[in-house]
T-cell receptor, first 115, second 115 residues
């Protein structure tokens, strides 16, 4: 069965600190896709990244970086030099190639960045 | 492009009333989804559609019906609302082709309260 675990319910940091949001997943498939979404206080869900299981290269986009490690079934998200605008709930999600219609979400991590 | 839009944004119902939530997308996506978001539970899939005229059950389908008469629209109906259906409802769409394949793009959400 597929499952996504985000063990950190809430994280608080002070602006300019680095912060890592953890995501651990379970799947029996060898081909799958991992996603991160951001949900700011306004409520919409914003797509951040998609990673497929064959691409273990880490990715960096500005202050955001993602560390995908198949050996530990983790897809962690790091924000460098956090800003108040980064305050949001962040969701990690998984879909398997044999059933890409089903996107399984973790329960989310609420990040609060204080000035 | 408006992306994914949802109507209405807010609604208050009394127990037993019915209503329909409308989702529209202008990205020509084949796949559309309805989720509900409840505190501490992430997003859970209610129903989805893999093309015009087709629908399928998700994780929590009971108490809801859907229809996909046109490719761009996906309707979610509550026949007899119950307080347990108080939630935020999100619509999403995706496709299997292109650089954004398998990425689900979300609407702004509908906040529904059932008294």
């Amino acid at each position: 069965a597929q499952k996504v675990t985000q063990a950190q319910t809430e994280i608080s940091v002070v602006e300019k600190e680095d912060v890592t949001l953890d995501c651990v997943y379970e799947t029996r498939d060898t081909t799958y896709y991992l996603f991160w979404y951001k949900q700011p206080p306004s409520g919409e869900l914003v797509f951040l990244i998609r990673r497929n299981s064959f691409d273990e290269q880490n990715e960096i986009s500005g202050r955001y970086s993602w560390n995908f490690q198949k050996s530990t079934s983790s897809f962690n998200f790091t924000i460098t030099a956090s800003q108040v605008v980064d305050s949001a709930v962040y969701f990690c999600a998984l879909s398997e190639a044999r059933n890409t219609d089903k996107l399984i979400f973790g329960t989310g991590t609420r990040l609060q960045v204080f000035p | 492009n408006a992306g994914v839009t949802q109507t209405p944004k807010f609604r208050v119902l009394k127990t037993g009333q019915s209503m329909t939530l409308l989702c529209a997308q202008d990205m020509n996506h084949e796949y559309m989804y309805w989720y509900r978001q409840d505190p501490g539970m992430g997003l859970r899939l209610i129903h989805y559609s893999v093309g015009e005229g087709t629908t399928a059950k998700g994780e929590v389908p009971d108490g809801y019906n859907v229809s996909r008469l046109k490719k761009q629209n996906f309707l979610l109906g509550l026949e007899s609302a119950a307080p347990s259906q108080t939630s935020v409802y999100f619509c999403a769409s995706s496709d299997r082709a292109g650089s954004s394949r398998f990425v689900q793009f979300f609407g702004p959400g509908t906040r529904l309260t059932v008294l």
